[in-house]
C-alpha cells in the first residue's frame, strides 16, 4: 500500500494544474480569447521559466498526449467513412499542396537567414505543419467544424498527420545528404511503410467486424463503467499499435473514430470519453506553455517575436491562397489560414529528432522548438483577431458536399418501445428527421430498419443528450415508460436546453399532473386515447350511431381533463397540486354520477366492495368532523 509520503508528493502537481486551468482558462474566457490561450499562458506561469511550480514539464507530456489522441478519436466519430472518402480531393490535393507549398517558403526564408540546406529544410517542414489540438479545439469553440473551411482545414490536419511517418523516414535521408546516402535506407524506409500499411489494415478490418458486436455484447451485459473502461479501451489501443507500427497515436485513434463512426454506440461513447478528453487536451496546452524556454526567449526576444509574426502570416497567406484555389470564398480562406497558422505538436518530435541526428545544432534546436511553441501562443490570438475584422463583412456560403455532417434532427425521440416506434412512424411518413436513444439493444436493432439515426444511450445523462444533438433539435419527444427517469429528463431539459420542447408519453395520472406541474408543452397518458376510442367502438357495436358515440366519448374527454386540470390544482381531495414530496395516490372516480349501487358476484368480491364503501364513508366524514372541530 502507497504510504503517506508517497500521495503527499503526488498530490502537489495535480493540484497545480487543476488550479492553474481553473483560474487561467475564465480569465481568458471572460477576455474574449479562446480556452486555448487560457492553458498555454496558464502553462507558462507555472513552468520552470514562470513560478516554477512544475520543475519538470516533461513529466506530464507523455500523459498530456492523450488528450490529443481523445480528441482525434471523437473528430473520428463525427465522420463516417463514406464522408471521409468523398474528402479525399480536399485531403490530398489541398492537404499535400499546404504541406509542400508552406515547407518550401519557410525552408527557403531559413536559408536566406544563413541555415543550412538541411537544417532549412527539417525547420521549414515543422513549421510548416498545423496544430491539430489548437485547430480543432478553435473550430469546435466557434461550431464551425461542420462548415466549409472547417471541413477543408481539418482536411489538411488529416494529410499531416498521414504524413509524419513519411518525414520522419526522410530525415536520415537529410542527415546523410552530404555524402552518399546508406544502402539499407531505401529497405527501412520501404519495410516502415509496410508494417504501417499492415497496421492500418488491421485496424479496418478489426472495427468494421469486431468493435459492434463487442459493444453490443457489453450493452446487453449492463454496467456503465464497463463501457466507458471499453471506449477507452478501444481508443488507447488503437493508438497504441498505431505507435508501434511508425504512425501517430492520433492516427490511431482517428482510425477507431472513424471505424465507429456508424455504430448505434456512437453517441455513449462520446459521452463516455468526452470528460477524458477536455481535462487531458488542457494538460497538453498547459506542457507546450511549460516547454517554452524563457532564457532564450529574455535573451533573443526580437528575433523571436519577428520569426513568429512571420511564420504565421505567411502560413496564412498561403494557406488563405490555396483555399481560395480550391474555391472557398475570400472570408472562408483567411478563417481556414488563421486556423492553421500555428506549427504542429509534431514539430516537438521532428526538431528534436533532426538534433540528435546532427541536422540542427543546439542554438538551432533550442530557437526553433521556442519558435513553435510561441506560434501555438500567437495564432489563437491572431485567429481572434482575424475573426473581429471579418465580423463586419459577414458572408454566407453554402457548406460543400464534402463538408463535415453535423448531427442535427429536429426531434430527439428517447425510447424505441411500443409506444416510441409508433411515433417515428407518423414522423417518417413525414419526411421529418428523427435522432432516437434507447439503452435496450433489442429496441436498436428493431429500429435498424428505418432510416433515421438510432444510437445505444442513456437518456438521464447530460453528456449523453448533449452528444445527440438535443441543443440543435426542435422539440424532444420522451417515450420511456418510466416515470422518474422521463422526469429527470424533463428536469434536465428544461435547465440546461429551455428553447427544446418536451413532448411526453405519460405512464398513468399521477405522472401526468406531476409533468402538468413541471410546464411540459405536451403530455398525454399513454393508454387514454386507446381507451376512448375502444369506448366509442364498443358504444357503436350496442348501436348507438356514429355521432352519438364520438359526442359520448369526447363528453367523456373533456369531463377527464377537467378532473385532471383540478386534481393538479388540489381542488379535489385526492389532488396533489404544487405540494411537495411524493403525489398522493389517485382513485379512479367516475365521470357521470352511477345511477346504482355495484353489486358483488362472489363472497371475495363483495367484502371488497363492502370495504371500499366504508373507506369512501370515512373520507366523506372527515371534513365535516374537521368543519365540526372548527
Known amino acids: 500500500m502507497a504510504s503517506a509520503t508517497t500521495h503527499a508528493s503526488f498530490l502537489p502537481p495535480v493540484l497545480t494544474f487543476l488550479s492553474a486551468a481553473v483560474v487561467g482558462v475564465p480569465i481568458f474566457r471572460l477576455l474574449g480569447q479562446s480556452a486555448v490561450l487560457g492553458y498555454l499562458v496558464a502553462g507558462v506561469a507555472i513552468g520552470p521559466f514562470g513560478l516554477s511550480l512544475i520543475a519538470e514539464p516533461e513529466t506530464a507530456t507523455s500523459v ?14 463525427e465522420l463516417e467513412l463514406s464522408r471521409l472518402v468523398s474528402m479525399r480531393r480536399d485531403i490530398f490535393g489541398l492537404g499535400a499542396a499546404q504541406l509542400a507549398l508552406c515547407s518550401l517558403v519557410l525552408a527557403g526564408a531559413g536559408f536566406v537567414f544563413g541555415l543550412s540546406l538541411a537544417a532549412a529544410a527539417v525547420i521549414g517542414i515543422a513549421l510548416a505543419l498545423s496544430a491539430t489540438a489548437v485547430a480543432l479545439q478553435l473550430l469546435e469553440e466557434r461550431g464551425d467544424l461542420g462548415t466549409a473551411y472547417g471541413s477543408r482545414s481539418f482536411a489538411v490536419l488529416l494529410f499531416q498527420d498521414i504524413s509524419v511517418v513519411a518525414i520522419l523516414a526522410v530525415l536520415p535521408l537529410l542527415a546523410s545528404a552530404g555524402g552518399t546516402p546508406e544502402g539499407g535506407w531505401i529497405e527501412g524506409a520501404l519495410r516502415s511503410t509496410a508494417v504501417a500499411g499492415l497496421g492500418i489494415v488491421v485496424v479496418v478490418l478489426v472495427g468494421r467486424y469486431g468493435l459492434n458486436p463487442f459493444f453490443r455484447l457489453l450493452a446487453a451485459a449492463g454496467g456503465r463503467e464497463v463501457m466507458t473502461a471499453a471506449a477507452l479501451l478501444v481508443v488507447l489501443g488503437t493508438a497504441m499499435l498505431m505507435e508501434k507500427v511508425g504512425l501517430s497515436m492520433a492516427m490511431g485513434a482517428f482510425l477507431a473514430g472513424v471505424m465507429l463512426a456508424e455504430s448505434n454506440f456512437r453517441h455513449q461513447l462520446e459521452a463516455d470519453i468526452e470528460p477524458f478528453r477536455g481535462m487531458l487536451l488542457g494538460l497538453f496546452f498547459m506542457s507546450v506553455g ?84 510561441l506560434t501555438m501562443i500567437v495564432g489563437p490570438l491572431a485567429a481572434k483577431g482575424l475573426d473581429t475584422l471579418l465580423a463586419r463583412r459577414p458572408e454566407t456560403v453554402a457548406a460543400p458536399a464534402d463538408a463535415i455532417e453535423p448531427t442535427e434532427a429536429r426531434v430527439l425521440v428517447i425510447g424505441f418501445g411500443r409506444f416510441g416506434h409508433l411515433l417515428t ?22 429500429a435498424a430498419r428505418f432510416g433515421f439515426r438510432v444510437y445505444y444511450g442513456d437518456g438521464t445523462r447530460l453528456d449523453v443528450l448533449r452528444a445527440a444533438g438535443i441543443g440543435r433539435a426542435e422539440l424532444v419527444c420522451i417515450c420511456i415508460d418510466d416515470a422518474a427517469a422521463s422526469l429527470k429528463i424533463v428536469d434536465i431539459v ?137
Not at 64 to 77: C, D, W
Not at 606 to 629: F, K, N, V, W
Open 290 to 373: 511549460m516547454s517554452i524556454d524563457g532564457g532564450l526567449l529574455k535573451a533573443h526576444w526580437p528575433e523571436l517575436v519577428g520569426a513568429t509574426a512571420a511564420a504565421i502570416l505567411i502560413k496564412v497567406a498561403l494557406v488563405a491562397g490555396l483555399f481560395r484555389l480550391f474555391g472557398s470564398s475570400w472570408l472562408d480562406a483567411v478563417r481556414g489560414g488563421a486556423v492553421l497558422a500555428p506549427a504542429g505538436e509534431f514539430a516537438f518530435v521532428i526538431l528534436p529528432a533532426a538534433g540528435e541526428l546532427h541536422l540542427l545544432d543546439t542554438s538551432a534546436t533550442r530557437f526553433s522548438v521556442a519558435l513553435a511553441a
Open 425 to 446: 412512424q407518423v414522423l417518417l411518413a413525414e419526411g421529418i428527421s428523427v435522432t432516437v436513444i434507447d439503452k435496450d439493444v433489442e429496441q436498436i436493432r428493431n
Open 494 to 630: 428544461h435547465e440546461e436546453f429551455s428553447n427544446v420542447r418536451t413532448y411526453l408519453r405519460a405512464y398513468d395520472r399521477n405522472h401526468a399532473i406531476e409533468l402538468m406541474n413541471r410546464d411540459v408543452d405536451y403530455q398525454i397518458r399513454e393508454t387514454l386515447e386507446s381507451a376512448l376510442r375502444f369506448g366509442r367502438a364498443a358504444l357503436e357495436g350496442l348501436g348507438l350511431s356514429e355521432e352519438a358515440a364520438a359526442a359520448r366519448v369526447e363528453d367523456v374527454r373533456k369531463r377527464d381533463i377537467a378532473r385532471l386540470v383540478l386534481q393538479q390544482a388540489g381542488a379535489l381531495p385526492e389532488g396533489g397540486g404544487w405540494m411537495r414530496g411524493p403525489a398522493p395516490e389517485l382513485r379512479p372516480e367516475p365521470l357521470t354520477e352511477p345511477q346504482r349501487p355495484s353489486r358483488a358476484l362472489s363472497a371475495e368480491t363483495r367484502g371488497l366492495i363492502e370495504s371500499e364503501r366504508r373507506e369512501a364513508a370515512m373520507r366523506e366524514l372527515e371534513p365535516e368532523d374537521a368543519a365540526t372541530d372548527g
Open 64 to 77: 498530456a498526449e492523450i488528450g490529443v489522441v481523445l480528441l482525434l478519436f471523437i473528430v473520428g466519430l
